[in-house]
């Protein structure tokens, strides 16, 4: 049997930083793409609210970009700036609330690729995310906005499992959704972790909830926000030559907001 590890799975922020950052390439070469399709000033610096371990702004700061982030986590944080101040980029990153929050300077773009954005459950938190956010990005800045939508045709995806390996490091994710209430908003589910080194087997149990969206609540969302407009939307193929247009079976999407 595999030892049973306390905590969350953000506690421990090397297993997360493999196993969602398998798939980095991808997401920074869009991220530069979008940036200079979309934005109306030359990107230099970047943030990205619920950071987490920097598995993009590392790599972005390696292309000269100057990065900063913040996430609620402490381990998360810790482990983002260890490893950029490792590379000469200081320590950027900081403990804060996604929806309350102010950057030292406006930065030219910021991002969250990976559905963090529905950990917000209250409508007014999100709405006030989006205007931090939009008070945060200079003139002709963007932010780009990844989430999982709520299809009002077919049928939404209720599982899902990848894995990772670096070194002999391995770790896989196993997702499913408990409960679905859609007149709430409300998505429940349940994770599990299993992490393999040589000498041991472990795993880490975790429960988490999302405020769901269909396309229209969300475009609803950003409309009484009425700080940012959208001026794109994308899948998660991450190509940036093939915008898409939002249908009843939407379900991921991510979003090019402009400053208003």
């Not at 196993?174 to 349940?190: G, P, Q, T, V």
């Amino acid at each position: 049997m595999p030892e049973q590890l306390p905590g969350t799975f953000y506690d421990y922020p090397r297993y997360y930083d493999l196993v969602y950052g398998s798939d980095w390439k991808a997401e920074r070469d869009f991220l530069v793409a979008v940036f200079q399709k979309h934005a109306t000033r030359r990107v230099q610096s970047v943030f990205e609210p619920a950071c987490g371990t920097g598995r993009l702004l590392f790599r972005l700061g390696r292309m000269g970009y100057q990065v900063s982030g913040l996430d609620l986590k402490p381990a998360m944080v810790d482990y983002c700036n260890s490893r950029l101040e490792r590379h000469g980029f200081g320590r950027p990153a900081w403990v804060g609330d996604m929806c309350n929050f102010q950057v030292s300077h406006p930065v030219d773009a910021a991002f969250n690729t990976i559905n963090s954005f529905r950990h917000i459950l209250d409508h007014q938190q999100a709405i006030s995310h989006l205007q931090a956010i939009a008070d945060s990005l200079s003139a002709g800045g963007i932010y780009v906005l990844g989430l999982h939508l709520s299809p009002t045709r077919g049928s939404p995806v209720d599982s899902e499992s990848w894995s990772a390996r670096r070194g002999h490091l391995a770790v896989r994710a196993s997702i499913r959704l408990a409960e679905r209430d859609l007149a709430k908003r409300r998505e429940d589910y349940k994770m599990t972790y299993d992490i393999w080194t040589p000498t041991a087997q472990m795993q880490v149990h975790d429960e988490f909830s999302f405020r769901t969206y269909t396309a229209d609540q969300f475009l609803e969302l950003v409309e009484e926000a009425g700080s940012l407009r959208i001026e794109a939307s994308y899948d998660f193929q991450y190509d940036p030559d093939q915008p898409i247009e939002l249908d009843g079976w939407s379900e991921d999407v991510v979003f090019i907001l402009a400053r208003n």
